[in-house]
């Protein structure tokens, strides 16, 4: 889970009256487009979302009230993990001991299907942890975000970039109240860029949903392995979808509010304080 979250499933029919105001909402804002392209590409993203807001499959509390909640946004089937190279996705998430409900992961049985989440009731902390990689490329990984009310507007967050920053290097980036996030990677420092949302890939056009990104929801936090090579007509697949291109874990907390803020600098300052007054002892 996402860390010490509460989980808690919302169902559809509890929050269909909500989305529909919001729906409203959002197509009001947000379609003025500067042109023709950018408008079709506002109208795909929002339909994306909005599919994703009908489709909710659960939410967490984090410390500060953020709700994070993962979004499907259509996708319904798990897709085979092919192996290749070592580390495999499997090998690693064993390594590390992952677990989901209690029980060791299964790559191919504990996908989840969310390919971005929303962030309401207070900013999110995202921490990765990069976990190992098996890829000629170097990827930059980070997180995308948008605000709700313009979810097209995407911002980007650079997190690591594997074969360059050492396997367990930990990085957090902030996201906003009241906006979604998703996984992006530019592939071979910039050559191409994946998202986990499927819609937004190149390779994706038409009815495919294969996955660039694969998510779990584990009981350590979200795992997550990537695939960077784009779809294959011929093979049918996303390069030799392995998906331990650059594998990484994932956790999501609230931001803590202003007064907690205050209150931890003050609990800083008070142990300075007591440190330091052995130290000048020790000096003299
Ligand atoms: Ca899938
Ligand atoms: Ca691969
Ligand atoms: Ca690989």
New binding site residues.
């Given amino acids: 889970m996402f860390g010490n979250c509460i989980f808690q499933i919302v169902w559809f029919t509890q929050v269909q009256g909500t989305l529909a105001s919001e729906s409203t909402r959002l197509l009001a804002t947000t379609l003025e487009p500067a042109n023709e392209s950018e408008h079709l590409m506002q109208k795909k993203i929002l339909k994306t979302v909005l599919t994703g807001l009908a489709v909710l499959v659960g939410s967490f509390s984090t410390a500060n009230a953020a709700v994070i909640t993962g979004l499907t946004l259509g996708d319904s089937g798990s897709d085979t993990v092919y192996n290749?190279?070592d580390p495999s996705l499997q090998s690693v998430a064993d390594a590390y001991g992952f677990t989901v409900a209690g029980n060791d992961l299964s790559v191919a049985n504990d996908q989840t299907q969310w390919q971005a989440f929303t962030v309401t009731g207070g900013a999110a902390n995202v921490t990765f942890e990069y976990l190992g990689s098996?890829?000629s490329y170097n990827n930059q990984l980070g997180v995308a975000w948008a605000p709700l009310s313009d979810p097209s507007n995407f911002s980007y967050l650079h997190a690591f970039t594997n074969n360059i920053d050492p396997v367990g290097t930990i990085a957090t980036v902030t996201v906003e109240e009241d906006s979604i996030f998703a996984f992006y990677v530019n592939v071979n420092s910039g050559n191409e860029q994946f998202y986990s949302i499927n819609d937004m890939n190149e390779d994706n056009k038409g009815s495919r949903v294969t996955d660039h990104f694969l998510i779990f929801d584990t009981d350590q936090g979200l795992l997550v392995g990537l695939e960077d090579i784009r779809y294959n007509k011929s093979s049918g697949k996303l390069g030799?979808q392995?998906y331990?291109?650059v594998i990484f874990k994932v956790n999501v907390a609230g931001v803590p509010e202003p007064a907690s803020a205050a209150l931890l600098v003050i609990g800083a300052g008070m142990l300075l304080g007591r440190n330091r007054k052995p130290r000048r002892g020790q000096v003299h």
């Fill in positions: 290749s190279a098996s890829a030799d392995d331990n291109d």
